[in-house]
């Protein structure tokens, strides 16, 4: 399979977007956001895959936010997006 | 069709302690009658239901809490919440809504949640907020870390409603 992500700074083509991670996610990661560069029609799912964020796919309790919304794991990701991937929310 | 007129939601966060009661008071510099409801330019309304949620002293393993953290997803979680407000308050049908959340490192005993609701009827202004309180905890991204004997472990989910 090709790789469908980049270093931002060699970026020549397609689209660069910056990652987020929340909470635990950021903890077993250990860091909290990233510039990537992605070829067109990645998503969500692959970004997760691609960077070894764990499990495979997006787990079930993991929700995507694309520009500070709910998304789609599936929503192909465009050029200066924001993409978070969250842990299960805890509020109130 | 009759253009909606919005309804007047306000949506806090705070970084340190927060005194629920002096917001529903209307805050210090509130010279308005009304508290809350007349800082949001309403005259007093018939009904109004209040909840205060307040870190627990009791840690998920029993043990004692020290601290409880909030993380937010800033931008993200006001929209949220001023979003889940809005739907509430029109699905009901109330005149305002006042929600205050806790962000940051907070003590037991410490408010966590005020959620105001203001309407001519009490049947409104308690279902809806009860349905933004339950609203806010699964779609407003806040994430609580609990402190006991020196550790943190992330909450997993919410505390059953009881």
């Not at chain 2, 940051?104 to 309180?133: K, M």
Request: net charge neutral; hydrophobic share 45%.
């Amino acid at each position: 399979m090709s790789r469908a992500i980049g270093a931002a700074h060699g970026a020549e083509a397609g689209l660069t977007i910056q990652v987020r991670l929340f909470a635990s996610l950021r903890e077993h990661a250990g860091w909290d956001a990233r510039r990537l560069a992605l070829a067109a029609g990645t998503t969500p799912e692959r970004v997760w895959r691609e960077l070894g964020l764990g499990g495979g796919a997006i787990p079930a309790t993991v929700r995507v936010a694309v520009n500070q919304a709910f998304a789609s794991p599936h929503q192909p990701l465009a050029a200066g997006d924001e993409l978070a991937f969250l842990p299960p929310i805890s509020g109130g | 069709m009759a253009e909606a007129h919005p309804i007047p939601v306000e949506v806090q966060l705070h970084a340190g302690p927060f005194d629920p009661l002096a917001l529903l008071a209307g805050g210090p510099s509130n010279t308005r009658t009304g508290g809350w409801c007349g800082a949001l330019g309403l005259e007093a309304p018939a009904a109004e239901a209040h909840f205060i949620g307040r870190v627990r002293g009791t840690a998920a393993t029993g043990g004692p809490l020290e601290a409880l953290e909030l993380e937010h997803y800033p931008g993200m979680t006001e929209r949220q919440l001023q979003g889940l407000a809005q739907a509430c308050a029109a699905r009901h049908g109330v005149a305002a809504v006042l929600v205050a959340h806790r962000v940051g490192r907070a003590r037991p005993g410490e408010a966590l949640v005020l959620v105001a609701v203001a309407a001519d009827r009490r049947g409104p202004a308690q279902r809806c907020g009860g349905e933004l309180l339950e609203a806010l905890k699964h779609e407003a991204p806040f994430w609580k870390r609990e402190w006991s004997g020196g550790l943190g472990t992330w909450v997993e989910g919410n505390t059953p409603l009881g």
